[in-house]
């Protein structure tokens, strides 16, 4: 651990908590607010817990907000979205490791898991570097669809409840839970498979996966095209496959507000109410949906049919449609 110290975080910590507001000329109660925004304990005022990298991490940070170029709260905010992305991305590439020994050398859990750590070392640079592009990539991709959207919005954009127009639906696994107590460890290449394909037809489509949520994807398109063809493609490329469970899926379009990675709206809700009532193998969509889908504004190819009225929590009684691309 020593050793991984050296290389991760520059040496053992060697500094506290008033050192570090000290040393920067800000309030002790900011470092706490930096360390748990970070997704971190908080540490006694003269508890030895920080590096010199940390240091300088949390200088940069106060600086930017003593600038006046963001505010304490935002600053939190950024903290909170990379330490919990940073989170997730090393718990996966972790379990992808230990996984793949696992797998090649015939290691059990324990086994693979202290040959990771041995040679994790290795793997840094690339791993590093591999972030660093990937964030570019996305944060490049992410602007050129903003700026696309701002240009295209009208004088009454700003009269909307929220900000964003998207298409949007859930797809999950019919039956899950009461096939998951007899499917063992089947289970676990049960989901991979299930996330893999799903994550696999969303992109080839054009979309984004927002989440995954066990048995269910979240999924999310910047237009009706993109996203007709998103959901349509999905459900298609997961009822091929024998080895993934039914699935069902919902589609609606509508506006919503994204935080922290996710997206919220009353869109949202209401295809999580609809994917619980779609029958296996369709797409359940809504009334104001399925006009614009009939009204050709999401292209042509497709096929509304009507589906009995139901009453979802929330939303009173809703008359969903059926939603499929014409086989010809």
Do not use: C
């Not at 009208?154 to 127009?165: A, M, N, Q, V």
């Not at 237009?223 to 993934?244: F, K, M, N």
């Amino acid at each position: 651990m020593a050793g991984y110290e050296d290389l991760l975080l520059g040496g053992r910590p060697s500094l506290t908590a008033r050192e570090l507001a000290e040393r920067t000329g800000t309030p002790l109660g900011r470092v706490d607010e930096f360390w748990l925004a970070m997704g971190f304990r908080t540490v006694g005022p003269d508890e030895v817990a920080f590096t010199v990298r940390d240091l300088e991490a949390y200088g940069a940070w106060s600086t930017l907000i003593d600038s006046g170029a963001i505010d304490l709260a935002t600053g939190r905010s950024l903290l909170r979205a990379q330490s919990h992305i940073s989170d997730r991305l090393a718990l996966w590439q972790v379990e992808a490791l230990v996984e793949d020994v696992a797998r090649r050398q015939d290691l059990d859990d324990t086994q693979a898991r202290r040959h990771v750590l041995e040679n994790m070392g290795d793997r840094v640079d690339f791993l590093e570097h591999a972030l660093v592009y990937s964030w570019r990539r996305q944060l490049e991709s992410l602007i050129a669809r903003v700026d696309h959207e701002v240009t295209q919005r009208g004088p009454d954009s700003g009269k909307r409840r929220f900000p964003l127009t998207r298409s949007l639906g859930f797809v999950d696994m019919v039956s899950y839970t009461s096939s998951s107590t007899i499917l063992g460890s089947k289970l676990v290449g049960l989901i991979e498979r299930f996330e893999d394909a799903s994550r696999t037809a969303v992109t080839a489509s054009g979309g984004r996966v927002v989440k995954m949520i066990g048995d269910a994807v979240l999924f999310i398109a910047d237009d009706l095209t993109t996203g007709l063809r998103v959901v349509t493609s999905l459900i298609e490329a997961l009822g091929a496959d024998d080895q993934i469970l039914p699935v069902r899926a919902s589609f609606v379009r509508g506006d919503v507000f994204s935080r922290s990675g996710d997206v919220f709206g009353p869109p949202v809700n209401l295809a999580s109410r609809l994917v619980d009532i779609a029958p296996e193998g369709r797409i359940l969509t809504d009334a104001t949906t399925a006009a614009a889908i009939a009204g050709g504004k999401g292209g042509s190819g497709y096929h509304l049919e009507d589906f009995p009225s139901a009453e979802l929590r929330g939303f009173g009684t809703v008359s969903p449609y059926l939603l499929a691309r014409d086989l010809d």
